[in-house]
């Protein structure tokens, strides 16, 4: 309340003494922006604070300003709680003038977050979950789906690996908004291709760090596939666990959401041969190099598809309110959707009135040991996915606002 | 103490309630009331009846969800909602509470915390609940099909409303000759026995009445934050309510609201800092635990008493 | 199908010797003390810190820290004793359940603070790598090695209780701490000594568990709540009961995982509801 008070005398203040026209159109007379994501769980490495660098160094390149106001950044742990998550984003937006709210990682929160920000009218940038329902029937005004979604994942990796002769799959699900949701684009991919879907494990998520029992249950279905419907720690983990048990020669394991972070703490021994399906891959050209080593020398190791994903959605979002000469969130998300992206993440890509960026995607292969020429020389890109091919059509999507 | 200065002192308090969602964040203030009442509630056993209860997030979360369900899915209104969690969770309390109470003390806390961690897998196993996501989204509504909840203000008001209620009940039910028999139990139960009181009784109704506003502080807090999820059931919730109690003070009228009053406003203050917030709820358990049993109600009314009796005990 | 029973069951049996050793030292706490040591599940994951950090930052291999983990965990185990829960002697019991769910929070937050919430896998040592195929199941080394060990250890430890005049004593400190006293035993010295010994048995399952699970903040407390319904399903009266039930405990919760995997979490709490329905006191347990 006092900090309202002295907000409103401020403004009140600036308002009679020096009017700039431009700072007008700024609520409370700047840009703020919150990174809330996992700072210490399961999916920090692969967001977490490197998701926060990425950020910062997208203030700092934009020039710190925006319409000749400061951009502030705040950064907060969700601890992949729904609750801790949405009562933040609250704070934040009530208390804390926050404009936009990025990264998200993990889809139950994010679900959480999403529609207490799109009732006030702020933006959420979501690069962490991937939760395909996000532009479907939960998609909001307000919100950017920005670097992947569980549609592309299935569609990348499910069908290549159902075409490389894996046609029955048992999953081993994330039993929360997000591996249920990848479980079920996989089992369309899967059974369109003509493989079948012979059942999948639940494991509750975060907190399991076992693996062993839903292994054998996988196990026991006799399928070729083991598809891993989760991610972060899970992910390794159950690769982990798998090889104790004998189950891998035998079984193969269908990572389908595997970071670049995820490989690095496997080592290449354990995850060579494995397909995944990314949003970007830091040695995929110039600019990517270029980009990533500045931020493998700030944070010691290379960028996740979500870390990068941050630093161009924020990128992105900055530039629309300089071009769009407020922060109003209409008038920002207008301007965000006329304008195409084009950086080193993505090319020519543009969001949907659902809120889904559509840009390409590779299909990557693990390398073996031996074909890694340096550190972090991990993925030989087996084919881009042009974005047209990778992401649902706005017709296929169940979001309301994408049926006008 | 004098009693004109209590009734005075009632009544700034009643006008501060009334008043608090000018000075504060409604959501914070309402947050307080429900914890303070879920502490109240849990005070009737603890501090009342000598009865250490570690699982009564249960019945705070049964309710929420409950409610939480009856509001989204089934559009009742908001007063019946809250109603349908209290009744559920007094039904559960009385499950619970039958089996629990055939063991006293240590057995009787880990019954308890036994029995929660029940409630905690099924509300992450059965498909309604939402598992890990929680129950999201669930509206307002209008109370009494008249005042519309979604203005911070009306909530607050509809809270308070509920929660003097709720503390309304607990503190009849002490000062009855029902409580007095609690209290009873609490300090001899061999000898509540052989007055020829039926003990299980008296510590089952004072369970079930505990798990009923337990249950009425989850579905508002359901209402309020407009989310179930599972740190409302998870063994943490029961924990915090237990240091809520023992720092306000057990056994104290005010001290449980005065805990959660200051818990709730540590935990927001230092929400940003993540798991400093464990270590020095921690930190206040031991100092309670070991130095101040009393609590700071109780400490204070120490106080008072010496100075008005002139330092005699 | 036969392979995913006893796979299943495997499984159990080892969450079972967890269990067992853990109960076991529970047991041991409260019938001297009298205090439910909340703080028993961060003990077993303070063993877990102990070996991985021994390993990570001094290069101090698995079997040494089987030994020196305990060992250390076991120091701050009667430091607490000494400083903090002898201050409670003579109140009611619940304040030790209270203090040491404290300390529990500290010990988790402070882990979690240093070392975040997704743990670290401790490596299964070279010595015990690998598994071998049974036919009915395959069997991992390292997890068979973990049963065994566990058991030997709950075995031994009944052996010296039921069966020495060191255990002796303690059982008679149980039933009478003064008459004790007053035969010229130190009874408080053994109060310290009791408790780190079950802090230094709670860390060995630590260390045990350590390349099973992974090593995390939380791990203690997830496993500490299925401890306390073993408690009470088994009564803390024996020390023979509180091994038969952790392990029985286990293989229930193995063969709910066969069956309908979905239960396996609540299997224990409704057991324990029905054992208080029919046996108030606990399976081998007395009123106190």
């Given at each position: 309340?006092?900090r309202?008070?002295?907000?409103?005398?401020?403004?009140?203040?600036a308002?009679?003494?020096?009017?700039?026209p431009a700072?007008?159109?700024?609520?409370?007379?700047?840009?703020?922006?919150?990174?809330?994501?996992?700072?210490?769980?399961y999916?920090?490495?692969?967001?977490?604070?490197?998701?926060v660098?990425?950020?910062r160094?997208?203030?700092?390149?934009?020039?710190?300003k925006?319409?000749?106001?400061?951009v502030?950044?705040?950064?907060?742990?969700h601890?992949?709680?729904?609750?801790?998550?949405s009562?933040?984003?609250?704070?934040w937006i009530?208390?804390?003038?926050?404009?936009a709210i990025?990264d998200?990682v993990?889809?139950s929160?994010?679900?959480?977050?999403m529609?207490?920000?799109a009732?006030?009218?702020?933006?959420?940038?979501?690069?962490?979950?991937?939760?395909?329902a996000?532009?479907?029937?939960?998609?909001?005004?307000?919100?950017?789906?920005?670097?992947y979604n569980?549609?592309?994942?299935?569609?990348?990796?499910?069908?290549?690996?159902?075409k490389?002769?894996?046609?029955?799959?048992?999953?081993?699900?994330?039993?929360?908004?997000?591996?249920k949701?990848?479980?079920?684009?996989?089992t369309?991919?899967?059974?369109?291709?003509?493989?079948?879907?012979?059942?999948?494990?639940?494991?509750?998520?975060?907190?399991?760090?076992?693996?062993?029992?839903?292994?054998?249950?996988?196990?026991g279905s006799?399928?070729?596939?083991?598809?891993?419907?989760?991610?972060?720690?899970?992910?390794?983990?159950?690769?982990?666990?798998?090889?104790?048990?004998?189950?891998?020669?035998?079984?193969?394991?269908?990572?389908?959401?595997?970071?670049?972070?995820?490989v690095?703490?496997l080592g290449?021994?354990?995850a060579?041969?494995?397909y995944?399906?990314?949003?970007?891959?830091?040695?995929?050209?110039?600019?990517?190099?270029k980009?990533?080593?500045r931020?493998?020398?700030?944070?010691g190791?290379?960028?996740?598809m979500?870390?990068a994903?941050?630093?161009?959605?924020?990128?992105?979002?900055?530039?629309?309110v300089?071009?769009a000469?407020?922060?109003?969130?209409?008038?920002?998300?207008?301007k965000?959707?006329?304008?195409?992206?084009?950086?080193?993440?993505?090319?020519?890509?543009?969001i949907?009135?659902?809120?889904?960026?559509?840009?390409?995607?590779?299909?990557?292969?693990?390398?073996?040991?031996?074909?890694?020429?340096?550190?972090?020389?991990?993925?030989?890109?087996?084919?881009?996915?042009?974005?047209?091919?990778?992401?649902?059509?706005?017709?296929?999507?169940?979001?309301?606002?994408?049926?006008? | 103490?004098?009693?004109?200065?209590?009734?005075?002192?009632w009544?700034?308090?009643?006008?501060?309630?009334?008043?608090?969602p000018?000075?504060?964040?409604?959501?914070?203030?309402m947050?307080?009331?429900?914890l303070?009442?879920?502490?109240?509630?849990?005070?009737?056993?603890?501090?009342?009846?000598g009865?250490?209860?570690?699982?009564?997030?249960?019945?705070?979360?049964?309710?929420?969800?409950?409610?939480?369900?009856?509001?989204?899915?089934?559009?009742?209104?908001?007063?019946?909602?809250?109603?349908?969690?209290t009744?559920?969770?007094a039904?559960l309390?009385?499950?619970?509470?039958a089996?629990?109470?055939?063991?006293?003390?240590?057995?009787?806390?880990?019954?308890?915390?036994?029995?929660?961690?029940l409630?905690?897998?099924?509300?992450?196993?059965?498909?309604?609940?939402?598992?890990?996501?929680?129950?999201?989204?669930?509206?307002?509504?209008?109370?009494?099909?008249?005042?519309?909840?979604?203005?911070?203000?009306?909530?607050?008001?509809?809270v308070?409303?509920?929660?003097?209620?709720?503390?309304?009940?607990?503190?009849r039910?002490?000062?009855?000759?029902f409580?007095?028999?609690?209290?009873?139990?609490?300090?001899?139960?061999p000898?509540?026995?052989?007055l020829?009181y039926?003990?299980a009784?008296?510590?089952?109704?004072?369970f079930?009445?505990?798990?009923?506003?337990?249950?009425?502080?989850?579905g508002?807090?359901?209402l309020?934050?407009?989310?179930?999820?599972?740190?409302?059931?998870h063994?943490?919730?029961?924990?915090?309510v237990?240091?809520?109690?023992?720092?306000?003070?057990?056994?104290?009228?005010l001290?449980?609201?005065?805990?959660?009053?200051?818990?709730?406003?540590?935990?927001?203050?230092?929400?940003?800092?993540?798991?400093?917030?464990?270590?020095i709820?921690?930190?206040?358990?031991v100092?309670?635990?070991?130095?101040?049993r009393?609590?700071?109600?109780?400490?204070?009314?120490?106080?008072?008493?010496?100075?008005?009796?002139?330092?005699?005990? | 199908?036969?392979?995913?029973l006893?796979?299943?069951l495997?499984?159990?049996?080892?969450?079972?010797?967890f269990?067992?050793?853990?109960?076991l030292?529970?047991a041991?706490?409260?019938?001297?003390?009298?205090?439910?040591?909340?703080?028993?599940?961060?003990?077993?994951?303070?063993?877990?810190?102990?070996?991985?950090?021994?390993?990570?930052?001094?290069?101090?291999?698995?079997g040494?820290?089987?030994?020196?983990a305990?060992l250390?965990?076991?120091l701050?185990?009667?430091?607490?004793e000494?400083?903090?829960?002898?201050?409670?002697?003579?109140?009611?019991?619940?304040?030790?359940?209270?203090?040491?769910f404290?300390?529990?929070?500290?010990?988790?937050?402070?882990?979690?603070?240093?070392?975040?919430?997704?743990?670290?896998?401790?490596p299964?040592?070279?010595?015990?790598?690998?598994?071998?195929?049974?036919?009915?199941?395959?069997l991992?080394?390292?997890?068979?090695?973990?049963?065994?060990?566990?058991?030997?250890?709950?075995?031994?430890?009944?052996?010296?209780?039921?069966?020495?005049?060191?255990?002796?004593?303690l059982?008679?400190?149980?039933e009478?701490?003064?008459?004790?006293?007053?035969?010229?035993v130190?009874?408080?010295?053994?109060?310290?000594?009791?408790?780190?010994?079950g802090?230094a048995?709670?860390?060995?399952?630590?260390?045990?568990a350590?390349p099973?699970?992974?090593?995390?903040?939380?791990?203690?407390?997830?496993?500490?709540?299925?401890?306390?319904?073993?408690?009470?399903?088994?009564?803390?009266?024996?020390?023979?009961?509180a091994?038969?039930?952790g392990?029985?405990?286990?293989?229930?919760?193995?063969?709910?995982r066969?069956?309908?995997?979905?239960?396996?979490?609540?299997?224990?709490f409704?057991?324990?509801?029905l054992?208080?329905?029919?046996?108030?006191?606990?399976?081998?347990?007395r009123?106190?």
């Amino acid at each position: 309340m006092h900090r309202f008070a002295l907000a409103l005398v401020a403004a009140g203040l600036a308002a009679g003494a020096a009017p700039a026209p431009a700072a007008e159109k700024l609520s409370d007379g700047k840009v703020k922006l919150g990174v809330l994501t996992d700072m210490t769980g399961y999916y920090a490495d692969l967001a977490g604070p490197g998701s926060v660098l990425a950020a910062r160094m997208a203030v700092e390149d934009f020039g710190g300003k925006v319409l000749g106001k400061p951009v502030e950044l705040v950064s907060a742990d969700h601890q992949l709680k729904a609750d801790v998550a949405s009562n933040i984003a609250r704070k934040w937006i009530d208390e804390g003038q926050v404009d936009a709210i990025v990264d998200l990682v993990s889809s139950s929160t994010a679900g959480a977050v999403m529609p207490v920000a799109a009732e006030k009218k702020r933006i959420t940038l979501l690069s962490g979950p991937g939760t395909t329902a996000f532009t479907g029937e939960k998609c909001t005004r307000y919100n950017v789906h920005y670097t992947y979604n569980n549609w592309a994942l299935a569609n990348g990796t499910g069908r290549e690996v159902v075409k490389q002769g894996g046609d029955s799959w048992f999953f081993l699900t994330a039993d929360y908004i997000f591996g249920k949701s990848l479980e079920e684009d996989t089992t369309k991919v899967v059974k369109a291709a003509g493989g079948k879907v012979l059942g999948a494990a639940r494991y509750p998520s975060p907190g399991t760090t076992d693996f062993s029992s839903y292994l054998l249950q996988a196990q026991g279905s006799g399928a070729k596939i083991i598809g891993l419907a989760n991610a972060g720690a899970d992910t390794v983990n159950s690769i982990r666990q798998a090889e104790e048990f004998g189950i891998t020669p035998k079984q193969s394991l269908a990572g389908l959401l595997v970071f670049i972070t995820d490989v690095h703490s496997l080592g290449l021994e354990a995850a060579k041969g494995m397909y995944l399906t990314t949003a970007f891959y830091w040695d995929l050209n110039d600019e990517t190099r270029k980009w990533s080593r500045r931020f493998f020398q700030k944070h010691g190791k290379m960028p996740t598809m979500v870390q990068a994903g941050v630093y161009s959605s924020v990128m992105h979002y900055l530039k629309a309110v300089q071009a769009a000469g407020t922060d109003d969130a209409d008038a920002v998300m207008a301007k965000m959707r006329e304008t195409p992206v084009n950086d080193f993440f993505a090319k020519n890509a543009r969001i949907g009135p659902d809120g889904l960026l559509r840009h390409d995607m590779y299909l990557a292969r693990v390398k073996a040991p031996k074909d890694s020429k340096q550190p972090w020389d991990y993925y030989q890109i087996v084919k881009t996915i042009p974005a047209a091919e990778a992401f649902p059509s706005v017709e296929a999507q169940a979001c309301p606002l994408a049926k006008r | 103490m004098p009693g004109r200065l209590v009734t005075w002192g009632w009544i700034a308090l009643l006008a501060l309630g009334l008043a608090a969602p000018f000075v504060v964040y409604p959501v914070f203030a309402m947050n307080v009331l429900c914890l303070a009442l879920f502490a109240s509630a849990f005070n009737l056993l603890l501090g009342y009846t000598g009865l250490l209860s570690f699982g009564h997030a249960a019945f705070l979360g049964a309710s929420a969800y409950t409610t939480g369900w009856a509001l989204r899915s089934w559009g009742l209104p908001p007063e019946l909602a809250v109603l349908l969690g209290t009744a559920l969770a007094a039904a559960l309390g009385l499950v619970f509470g039958a089996l629990a109470i055939r063991r006293s003390g240590i057995y009787f806390a880990m019954i308890t915390l036994g029995f929660a961690q029940l409630v905690y897998f099924l509300v992450v196993q059965l498909p309604w609940t939402g598992g890990e996501d929680g129950l999201q989204g669930i509206p307002r509504g209008r109370a009494l099909g008249l005042f519309p909840l979604d203005d911070p203000r009306t909530a607050y008001w509809f809270v308070y409303a509920a929660f003097l209620g709720g503390f309304w009940l607990l503190h009849r039910a002490i000062h009855s000759p029902f409580g007095h028999v609690l209290r009873a139990i609490r300090e001899n139960e061999p000898r509540a026995v052989s007055l020829g009181y039926d003990v299980a009784r008296y510590k089952l109704l004072a369970f079930v009445l505990s798990a009923g506003v337990s249950g009425l502080a989850g579905g508002l807090k359901a209402l309020v934050l407009q989310f179930a999820s599972l740190s409302d059931v998870h063994w943490h919730r029961s924990g915090e309510v237990v240091l809520m109690t023992l720092l306000g003070g057990m056994g104290t009228v005010l001290g449980p609201s005065v805990g959660a009053l200051l818990v709730v406003a540590l935990e927001n203050y230092l929400a940003d800092t993540g798991s400093w917030v464990t270590v020095i709820t921690g930190a206040v358990f031991v100092a309670c635990v070991v130095a101040f049993r009393r609590g700071i109600v109780g400490e204070v009314r120490a106080l008072v008493r010496r100075s008005f009796t002139g330092g005699k005990p | 199908m036969t392979q995913a029973l006893f796979g299943q069951l495997f499984l159990g049996l080892i969450n079972g010797s967890f269990y067992a050793l853990l109960s076991l030292g529970l047991a041991v706490i409260f019938g001297l003390l009298d205090v439910v040591n909340f703080a028993h599940g961060a003990q077993y994951m303070m063993g877990a810190f102990a070996a991985w950090m021994a390993l990570t930052y001094l290069g101090i291999p698995y079997g040494w820290a089987l030994l020196l983990a305990p060992l250390a965990v076991g120091l701050v185990g009667m430091v607490v004793e000494r400083t903090l829960l002898r201050r409670l002697q003579g109140l009611d019991p619940l304040y030790g359940l209270l203090l040491t769910f404290g300390l529990t929070l500290i010990a988790e937050g402070l882990f979690h603070h240093a070392y975040g919430n997704s743990g670290f896998a401790y490596p299964v040592p070279g010595w015990l790598r690998g598994g071998v195929n049974l036919g009915f199941m395959f069997l991992p080394l390292y997890r068979a090695w973990a049963v065994g060990l566990s058991l030997a250890v709950c075995l031994a430890c009944w052996f010296v209780i039921e069966r020495t005049k060191l255990g002796a004593y303690l059982r008679a400190g149980t039933e009478n701490p003064r008459l004790l006293q007053a035969f010229g035993v130190n009874v408080p010295l053994m109060f310290t000594l009791t408790y780190g010994f079950g802090a230094a048995l709670a860390a060995f399952a630590g260390v045990v568990a350590a390349p099973v699970y992974q090593v995390t903040p939380l791990m203690g407390s997830s496993v500490i709540m299925v401890v306390f319904a073993v408690v009470v399903i088994g009564g803390m009266g024996s020390i023979g009961g509180a091994i038969v039930t952790g392990l029985g405990v286990g293989l229930l919760e193995g063969l709910t995982r066969f069956w309908y995997p979905p239960a396996s979490s609540v299997v224990v709490f409704v057991v324990m509801a029905l054992v208080l329905l029919v046996r108030p006191a606990g399976l081998f347990g007395r009123e106190r």
